[in-house]
């Protein structure tokens, strides 16, 4: 069973950086298109970006709202994705869950917390 | 990009079919065949249903049913069943995914 694991969630200041990693098991994560999700509170769910796998080019495509801001990276020799966010504003608080796939979502992480605040 | 635009609350009786909708536009839903949708349970991670407007994932019952016309999706679910009760939310690529806001599905 696909499994995804996220970590590395926590307060940051405005203005601050934070890095999102997240761990996949029971899957070939190499041959994984991931991406990454959030849901701020009391809103909807917002897609962030995706990173192709390395065999489709690697490459990343980005939501607007955070295009600049967050870079989508991998390293399938650890089967992890990262998620490296600079800039931070107090509207990207959220929960960011990880998920597989890079247009429809298979296996969904339970997600890590996010907190942007003075 | 907008959110699509999803009813906030639906219900049935056990044995029903029901219909939730899910209103785009031609830069999203009518621009694509990338439409999918999630149910999800208090508590649980969302689980993927249906992918590609109409394609069940593996092991959905086929009572769950996708579709779309112009610039809204559709989800049916037919002989509604007390574990159907849940959460459903829509989404589609086109340039980028957006998600709908979510729809409560209540079985009375």
């Known amino acids: 069973e696909a499994q995804v694991v996220e970590s590395g969630g926590g307060l940051v200041r405005p203005g601050g950086s934070l890095r999102l990693s997240c761990v996949a098991s029971g899957f070939s994560f190499s041959d994984a298109w991931m991406s990454w999700v959030r849901r701020a509170p009391g809103k909807g769910l917002e897609w962030l970006g995706r990173i192709k796998k390395k065999a489709d080019g690697g490459t990343t495509e980005y939501a607007a709202p955070v295009k600049g801001r967050f870079t989508i990276s991998r390293d399938d020799s650890k089967d992890t994705l990262y998620l490296q966010m600079d800039s931070l504003k107090s509207e990207d608080t959220g929960v960011y869950s990880c998920v597989t796939g890079g247009h429809y979502f298979g296996a969904w992480g339970q997600g890590t917390l996010v907190t942007v605040s003075s | 990009q907008s959110a699509l635009t999803q009813p906030a609350s639906l219900s049935g009786s056990p044995g029903q079919s029901i219909t939730i909708s899910c209103a785009g536009t031609s830069s999203d839903v009518g621009g694509g065949d990338f439409v999918s949708w999630y149910q999800q349970h208090p508590g649980k991670t969302p689980k993927l249903m249906i992918y590609?407007?109409?394609v069940r994932a593996s092991g959905v019952p086929h009572r769950f049913f996708g579709s779309k016309s112009g610039n809204t999706a559709s989800l049916t679910i037919s002989g509604l069943q007390a574990e159907d009760e849940a959460y459903y939310y829509c989404?589609?690529?086109?340039?980028?995914?957006?998600f709908g806001g979510g729809t409560k599905l209540t079985v009375l």
């Open positions: 989404s589609s690529y086109t340039n980028g995914v957006i």
């Open positions: 590609d407007v109409s």
